[in-house]
């Protein structure tokens, strides 16, 4: 089977490939394409593959290409992992925003509009040429803003782009976790949009487990989530909000410390990768002990600025090792195998959420077989979490016409209709802060 990586230059590959080594069963992944706009960052990452397949007997065989359409034929799976501008792209609309006093985060508010701006188009591309070379083609989504982008992928690709992202998956197995339960054996009734949602019970042979946490302070405050929104919180919302909540929740203390802070979440990465593939292009570099020392310190610093103005501490090291790759692999041997199985993910509503129609993409578990994922109709969230989802959704759908017709006019609405966003007049600085900086962003008239 031939999976294509499309961004494939990413430093975050060798989690998937990692992955694909540990499956040894009929029907598996056998050869990978990479493929990615800079041949110094495929050469790269190759590497550091290389050393992983070293000891693996019939590890699957590793391409790369620079050519697109060359990588889409004949594809069985396309990860779309893509990063449209770069980790510069990324620090400039943390700066841009942050100098006009909101938040810049890459998926959440003025930044994840941003971003969607300058992704979109390229993503409607990459979906109209996966129609026409790769019809039977599975296209699995790891590109952010995951909902939006893989929204506008399915106006094109209908059910055969499904979305996915680990924030839930970890938080359903932090929840199981400290109840004593199995993750494996538990439903997490989780329900949102990518980036925006509440696990509302936890159930563990028919019986909701949930309850019993909210009830238990010192319970409810041992694990990530707890110490980052606080005890008190939680018991007020009755649920467990998706960590990137703490942006909506507690948004003025947030961007009082990201506006503090020496560098940017996306500043210190562009720094810190940009010397790894400087440090990858000396041939005696260990490639894999450069990637994990690298990776180790990543995943340490991630959301760093939340947990400090929570006071939340460190990130347990069970937090530290990811997961996305994970979720991949489970969506892909469920759909190539018939391993049928439920996983958390983005997909169109189809009726799953009755306050969005059917196009809408949401996150929602779904019930996953040869035919792909499909949503478990869930029950409607409380007015507070309605309110929420229905304002970032209509913000998505102002990105996607923006991208569609290329107007300026519609893309200063989707930041001023954003619930961080507090005036007309800062969505205006917004849109020419970025065009100046995002040659990407050049279409929009």
């Known amino acids: ?223 990530e989530e707890g110490k980052l929104f606080g005890t008190d919180w939680l018991q007020s919302l009755g649920a467990i909000p998706n960590e990137y909540l703490h942006y909506y929740y507690f948004n003025r203390e947030t961007v009082r410390a990201y506006s503090e802070v020496e560098k940017t979440r996306g500043a210190f990465l562009r720094d810190q990768q940009a010397q790894f593939y400087d440090e990858m292009k000396r041939p005696d570099t260990a490639a894999l002990t450069a990637w994990d020392r690298t990776r180790a310190e990543r995943e340490a610093t991630y959301m760093a600025e939340n947990r400090e103005t929570a006071g939340a501490g460190e990130r347990d090291a069970d937090d530290l090792s990811g997961g996305y790759e994970k979720v991949a692999l489970a969506l892909m041997r469920a759909i190539a195998r018939d391993e049928r199985t439920t996983l958390i993910l983005n997909v169109r509503n189809q009726g799953a959420l009755s306050v969005l129609d059917t196009d809408a993409v949401i996150e929602v578990p779904c019930l996953v077989d040869a035919n792909g994922a499909h949503p478990v109709a869930v029950a409607p969230l409380p007015d507070h979490a309605t309110g929420l989802v229905c304002a970032v959704k209509g913000v998505e759908r102002e990105v996607l016409a923006a991208a569609e017709n290329g107007s300026r006019t519609t893309a200063v609405k989707a930041f001023a209709l954003h619930p961080l966003v507090d005036s007309v007049n800062v969505a205006r600085r917004l849109v020419e802060g970025y065009t100046e900086v995002h040659p990407g962003l050049a279409y929009l008239k």
């Open 1 to 223: 089977m031939k999976l294509t990586i499309l961004g494939g230059g990413g430093f975050r590959v060798p989690l998937v490939y990692g992955a694909l080594l540990t499956d040894r069963g009929e029907g598996r992944v056998t050869e990978v394409v990479l493929h990615d706009l800079d041949d110094s960052r495929l050469y790269a990452v190759a590497r550091v593959l290389a050393e992983q397949a070293a000891t693996v007997p019939d590890a699957p065989t590793v391409t790369a290409t620079t050519d697109l359409d060359e990588a889409l034929r004949g594809a069985d799976f396309i990860f779309s992992a893509i990063r449209v501008g770069g980790l510069e792209g990324r620090a400039n609309d943390e700066r841009v925003a942050l100098a006009q006093g909101v938040l810049g985060q890459e998926t959440v508010g003025a930044g994840g509009i941003a971003y969607g701006l300058r992704t979109v188009p390229v993503a409607v591309d990459i979906a109209q040429r996966v129609a026409r070379l790769a019809p039977d083609a599975w296209v699995i989504n790891f590109t952010n803003p995951a909902g939006l982008v893989t929204e506008a992928m399915s106006r094109h690709l209908g059910d055969r782009v499904i979305g996915i992202c680990d924030s839930p998956v970890g938080l359903g197995r932090r929840i199981a976790t400290v109840l004593g339960a199995n993750p494996r054996e538990a439903f997490i009734d989780y329900v949102g949009l990518n980036h925006l949602g509440w696990v509302r019970g936890l159930r563990v042979a028919g019986r909701d487990e949930l309850p019993r946490l909210l009830a238990d302070p010192d319970l409810l405050g041992s694990f």
